[in-house]
C-alpha cells in the first residue's frame, strides 16, 4: 500500500509516518530528501535522526526520488520517504532560484509513473502548503501550485491519504 501523509510545519506528520512505518512490521528504508544546507536545517535533520530507530536504514536521496523508490520497494521492505516538499523545492528550483522546467518535469513524471507501478509498502511525508493566503510573490506562488498539483495526482495513486492537525490523524482516504 501506498499512504500519503500531509500536514503543516511542526504538525506531527513525520512522527506519524514514523509510527506506521513502525507497524507495518516490515524492515524500514528511511528515504531523506533533505539537503543540510544550513546550521537551522543541519539541526531539523539531526532531530529526525536522533528519533528514528537504529535498524533503520536511511538514503538521502534529494533528487532522483524515483529511481530510488524502483531500486529498493519491495513486498519485503517498508519505505519512508520524507519529505516531498523538500524534494520538490530541490527539482523545481535550482541554488539561485531559477526554475528548472525539465528537470521538475521529468522527475514529477517519474516519480507518478513508479508510484503507479510499485507493488511495496510506501509512505510519503508532505507539508499542506495551500491553505494560508495567496503568496505575494510569483516563485511562492508557483510552489504552492505545483506542491497542491503534486499532492492531488498522489492522491489519486494512494490507498490512503491522512492529514496531520496537531498530532492528530484525519484519514483522507
Not at 88 to 93: G, K, R
Not at 120 to 137: K, T, Y
Amino acid at each position: 500500500m501506498i499512504e500519503l501523509v500531509l500536514g503543516g510545519a511542526r504538525s506531527g506528520k513525520s512522527r506519524y509516518a514514523e509510527r506506521q512505518a513502525i507497524d507495518s512490521g516490515l524492515p524500514v528504508l528511511y528515504l531523506a530528501t533533505a539537503e543540510a544546507g544550513d546550521a537551522e536545517m543541519r539541526a531539523r535533520i539531526a532531530h529526525h535522526q536522533q528519533r528514528r530507530p537504529a535498524e533503520w536504514q536511511t538514503l538521502e536521496e534529494p533528487v532522483d526520488l524515483a529511481g530510488a523508490i524502483r531500486t529498493h520497494a519491495n513486498p519485503e521492505c517498508c519505505l519512508l520517504i520524507d519529505c516531498l516538499t523538500l524534494w520538490l523545492s530541490n527539482v523545481l528550483f535550482d541554488r539561485r532560484g531559477s526554475i528548472q522546467e525539465q528537470l521538475f518535469a521529468a522527475q514529477r513524471a517519474a516519480l507518478l509513473a513508479v508510484l503507479r507501478e510499485c507493488k511495496g509498502r510506501v509512505i510519503m511525508v508532505s507539508n499542506e502548503v495551500g491553505q494560508g493566503v495567496v503568496a505575494a510573490d510569483a516563485m511562492t506562488r508557483r510552489f504552492v501550485d505545483e506542491a497542491g498539483f503534486l499532492h492531488q495526482d498522489l492522491a489519486q495513486i494512494c490507498g490512503r491519504v491522512v492529514l496531520v492537525t496537531a498530532g492528530l490523524p484525519q484519514q483522507l482516504k
